[in-house]
């Protein structure tokens, strides 16, 4: 094979990863009630280039949905901005300044899958406020 033969289809095998790749999130966000709009972050979500983003829908409760990573990473995150878990009560994390008494936002998982999963976070904590450095 020449070298244009094989750096075709090289190009080919990565376009088909890639394309695999953005139609299973797409799938899953359908699945979760969201659309192409918001592909595009969600894959810079899985990519870890984002910490995630909120969401149109805003949840119940002075409660707003965001789309973040899967691995559950964010107890870490918080603590770099000088939250600590307060409590867990029915499946809600309450965090609150470390040197302070009472919880200030709560975040909760509503659903997760391998490539992304979706809170919900306090309106007054937005994750790109937390998120920002």
Excluded: Q
């Amino acid at each position: 094979m020449d070298n244009k033969k094989l750096a075709g289809v090289f190009f080919a095998v990565v376009l088909m990863a890639v394309l695999f790749v953005e139609g299973s999130i797409l799938r899953a966000l359908v699945d979760c009630g969201y659309g192409m709009a918001e592909l595009p972050k969600t894959t810079l979500v899985y990519l870890k280039i984002s910490k995630g983003f909120t969401t149109d829908k805003s949840a119940e409760d002075g409660m707003i949905e965001f789309i973040g990573s899967s691995k559950d990473d964010y107890e870490e995150l918080f603590e770099k901005k000088g939250y600590r878990r307060m409590y867990s009560l029915d499946g809600m994390d309450h965090y609150g300044e470390k040197d302070g008494e009472d919880y200030d936002f709560a975040v909760s998982c509503t659903e997760k899958n391998s490539w992304f999963a979706v809170y919900r976070i306090s309106e007054d904590y937005p994750i790109e406020d937390l998120s920002s450095k």
